[in-house]
Protein backbone atom coordinates (compact mmCIF):
# COMPACT_ATOMS: atom_id res chain seq x y z
CA UNK A 1 0.00 0.00 0.00
CA UNK A 2 1.18 3.43 -1.03
CA UNK A 3 1.64 6.31 2.08
CA UNK A 4 -0.34 9.26 1.77
CA UNK A 5 1.71 12.03 -0.06
CA UNK A 6 0.93 15.73 1.48
CA UNK A 7 2.32 18.70 -0.78
CA UNK A 8 2.10 22.51 0.66
CA UNK A 9 0.65 24.53 -2.36
CA UNK A 10 -0.25 27.62 -1.02
CA UNK A 11 2.26 28.59 1.99
CA UNK A 12 2.12 31.82 3.80
CA UNK A 13 5.10 33.26 3.57
CA UNK A 14 6.95 35.71 6.45
CA UNK A 15 10.70 37.56 5.09
CA UNK A 16 13.14 38.14 7.78
CA UNK A 17 16.47 39.91 7.32
CA UNK A 18 19.30 41.84 9.47
CA UNK A 19 20.54 44.73 8.52
CA UNK A 20 24.13 44.83 8.00
CA UNK A 21 24.37 48.99 8.81
CA UNK A 22 21.89 49.11 12.02
CA UNK A 23 24.84 50.37 14.53
CA UNK A 24 25.86 53.59 11.71
CA UNK A 25 22.10 54.71 11.85
CA UNK A 26 20.81 54.25 15.17
CA UNK A 27 21.65 56.59 17.33
CA UNK A 28 21.41 59.32 14.50
CA UNK A 29 18.08 58.35 13.33
CA UNK A 30 16.73 58.49 16.82
CA UNK A 31 17.99 61.93 17.47
CA UNK A 32 15.84 62.93 14.22
CA UNK A 33 12.69 61.07 15.40
CA UNK A 34 13.22 62.78 18.81
CA UNK A 35 11.87 65.63 17.30
CA UNK A 36 9.02 63.81 15.77
CA UNK A 37 5.21 64.19 17.78
CA UNK A 38 3.72 60.81 18.98
CA UNK A 39 0.00 60.46 20.71
CA UNK A 40 -0.18 58.92 24.15
CA UNK A 41 0.14 55.15 21.99
CA UNK A 42 3.56 56.07 20.53
CA UNK A 43 2.42 56.40 17.07
CA UNK A 44 3.99 59.08 14.87
CA UNK A 45 3.06 59.72 11.61
CA UNK A 46 5.86 61.27 10.09
CA UNK A 47 5.93 59.47 6.56
CA UNK A 48 9.59 57.88 6.95
CA UNK A 49 9.79 56.88 3.52
CA UNK A 50 9.44 60.56 2.11
CA UNK A 51 11.98 61.83 4.52
CA UNK A 52 15.59 62.40 3.09
CA UNK A 53 17.21 61.62 6.35
CA UNK A 54 16.18 58.06 6.24
CA UNK A 55 17.30 57.35 2.38
CA UNK A 56 19.50 54.76 3.18
CA UNK A 57 17.58 52.45 5.49
CA UNK A 58 14.28 53.18 3.28
CA UNK A 59 16.68 52.09 -0.14
CA UNK A 60 17.75 49.12 1.83
CA UNK A 61 14.18 48.17 2.88
CA UNK A 62 12.73 48.46 -0.78
CA UNK A 63 15.40 46.35 -2.36
CA UNK A 64 14.37 43.93 0.24
CA UNK A 65 10.69 44.27 -0.40
CA UNK A 66 11.10 43.44 -4.14
CA UNK A 67 13.46 40.58 -3.33
CA UNK A 68 10.64 39.13 -1.85
CA UNK A 69 8.29 40.42 -4.48
CA UNK A 70 10.58 38.00 -6.63
CA UNK A 71 10.88 35.31 -5.17
CA UNK A 72 6.76 34.89 -4.95
CA UNK A 73 6.90 35.70 -8.92
CA UNK A 74 5.19 39.06 -8.61
CA UNK A 75 5.72 41.12 -12.11
CA UNK A 76 6.41 44.84 -10.18
CA UNK A 77 8.53 46.37 -8.57
CA UNK A 78 7.03 47.99 -5.44
CA UNK A 79 7.78 51.33 -3.93
CA UNK A 80 6.52 52.58 -0.08
CA UNK A 81 3.23 54.36 -0.58
CA UNK A 82 2.76 55.41 3.17
CA UNK A 83 5.19 54.82 6.61
CA UNK A 84 5.01 55.62 10.01
CA UNK A 85 6.66 55.38 13.67
CA UNK A 86 5.66 53.71 16.32
CA UNK A 87 7.69 54.39 19.46
CA UNK A 88 5.90 52.14 22.38
CA UNK A 89 5.38 53.15 26.23
CA UNK A 90 4.94 50.51 28.51
CA UNK A 91 1.48 48.82 28.31
CA UNK A 92 0.83 49.79 24.81
CA UNK A 93 0.42 47.52 22.26
CA UNK A 94 -1.08 46.08 19.14
CA UNK A 95 -4.36 44.28 18.26
CA UNK A 96 -4.64 41.72 15.71
CA UNK A 97 -5.17 43.46 12.59
CA UNK A 98 -4.05 44.00 8.52
CA UNK A 99 -3.00 46.43 5.93
CA UNK A 100 -5.92 45.94 3.16
CA UNK A 101 -5.73 47.66 -0.24
CA UNK A 102 -1.70 47.15 0.30
CA UNK A 103 0.42 44.32 -1.29
CA UNK A 104 3.26 43.75 0.87
CA UNK A 105 3.78 45.40 4.21
CA UNK A 106 7.11 45.27 6.60
CA UNK A 107 8.08 46.49 10.15
CA UNK A 108 11.79 47.54 10.73
CA UNK A 109 12.90 47.33 14.37
CA UNK A 110 15.04 50.47 14.65
CA UNK A 111 15.82 49.85 18.50
CA UNK A 112 14.70 47.15 20.19
CA UNK A 113 15.05 43.97 23.10
CA UNK A 114 14.46 40.76 22.09
CA UNK A 115 13.12 40.20 25.78
CA UNK A 116 10.59 42.50 24.45
CA UNK A 117 6.89 41.39 22.77
CA UNK A 118 6.93 39.55 19.66
CA UNK A 119 5.49 40.50 16.59
CA UNK A 120 2.56 37.60 16.50
CA UNK A 121 1.05 36.62 13.00
CA UNK A 122 -1.90 34.54 12.77
CA UNK A 123 -2.44 31.66 10.36
CA UNK A 124 -5.03 33.22 7.70
CA UNK A 125 -6.18 29.52 6.60
CA UNK A 126 -7.23 28.64 10.09
CA UNK A 127 -10.44 26.71 10.02
CA UNK A 128 -12.67 27.95 12.45
CA UNK A 129 -13.80 24.49 13.40
CA UNK A 130 -10.85 24.38 15.31
CA UNK A 131 -10.09 20.32 14.64
CA UNK A 132 -6.88 20.01 16.80
CA UNK A 133 -9.15 21.25 19.29
CA UNK A 134 -6.88 24.18 20.84
CA UNK A 135 -8.70 26.79 23.81
CA UNK A 136 -7.22 28.60 26.21
CA UNK A 137 -6.24 25.83 28.76
CA UNK A 138 -4.88 23.25 26.62
CA UNK A 139 -2.92 25.78 24.08
CA UNK A 140 0.50 24.96 25.01
CA UNK A 141 0.21 21.05 25.08
CA UNK A 142 -1.07 20.85 21.51
CA UNK A 143 1.49 19.70 19.29
CA UNK A 144 1.08 21.48 16.07
CA UNK A 145 3.29 21.70 12.93
CA UNK A 146 3.66 23.46 10.09
CA UNK A 147 0.42 22.22 8.54
CA UNK A 148 -1.30 23.41 11.74
CA UNK A 149 0.16 26.06 13.55
CA UNK A 150 -2.28 28.84 14.45
CA UNK A 151 0.11 31.65 14.73
CA UNK A 152 3.60 32.20 14.84
CA UNK A 153 6.09 34.42 16.67
CA UNK A 154 9.15 36.99 15.59
CA UNK A 155 11.22 38.48 18.46
CA UNK A 156 11.92 42.26 17.96
CA UNK A 157 15.91 43.06 17.78
CA UNK A 158 17.21 45.92 16.50
CA UNK A 159 17.94 45.82 12.50
CA UNK A 160 16.01 43.45 11.75
CA UNK A 161 13.54 43.50 9.41
CA UNK A 162 10.20 41.47 8.97
CA UNK A 163 8.06 41.32 5.28
CA UNK A 164 4.99 39.88 4.82
CA UNK A 165 1.97 40.10 2.82
CA UNK A 166 -0.55 43.34 3.79
CA UNK A 167 -3.51 41.15 3.98
CA UNK A 168 -1.80 38.87 7.11
CA UNK A 169 -3.10 39.76 10.29
CA UNK A 170 -0.54 40.59 12.94
CA UNK A 171 -0.28 42.06 16.60
CA UNK A 172 1.78 43.19 19.24
CA UNK A 173 0.62 42.31 23.09
CA UNK A 174 1.63 45.43 25.42
CA UNK A 175 4.74 46.56 26.32
CA UNK A 176 6.47 45.00 29.77
CA UNK A 177 9.40 46.36 29.50
CA UNK A 178 11.16 49.80 29.88
CA UNK A 179 13.61 49.04 26.96
CA UNK A 180 12.97 51.18 23.78
CA UNK A 181 10.83 49.64 21.17
CA UNK A 182 11.17 51.63 18.08
CA UNK A 183 9.00 50.42 15.22
CA UNK A 184 9.32 51.68 11.40
CA UNK A 185 6.59 50.38 9.77
CA UNK A 186 5.75 50.60 5.60
CA UNK A 187 3.20 49.44 3.10
CA UNK A 188 4.44 48.85 -0.43
CA UNK A 189 2.37 48.68 -4.05
CA UNK A 190 3.95 48.89 -7.29
CA UNK A 191 5.40 52.34 -8.64
CA UNK A 192 2.78 53.93 -10.16
CA UNK A 193 4.41 53.70 -14.01
CA UNK A 194 3.44 49.62 -13.75
CA UNK A 195 0.37 50.37 -13.32
Same mark, same amino acid.
Given at each position: ? &???? =? +????????? $?????????? *?? *????? =? $????????????? +???? &?????? =??????? &?? &?????AHCFKHTYEPKESWVLDYPIGKGQPFHSHYGYTISCVFYLEANENDQPTIFANPFLDMKNPTGMNLQNYNDIKLNELSYAQCEYSCRSGRLVIFRSHISHAVDPKQIKDKRIVFSYNFDPEVSNG
Amino acid at each position: M &NPLT =L +QTWFPVTIG $SIECPFIDDI *KD *KYKKI =L $SKFKYDDNGLCYE +QIHK &NKKFDK =LNKWITD &NI &NKYAKAHCFKHTYEPKESWVLDYPIGKGQPFHSHYGYTISCVFYLEANENDQPTIFANPFLDMKNPTGMNLQNYNDIKLNELSYAQCEYSCRSGRLVIFRSHISHAVDPKQIKDKRIVFSYNFDPEVSNG
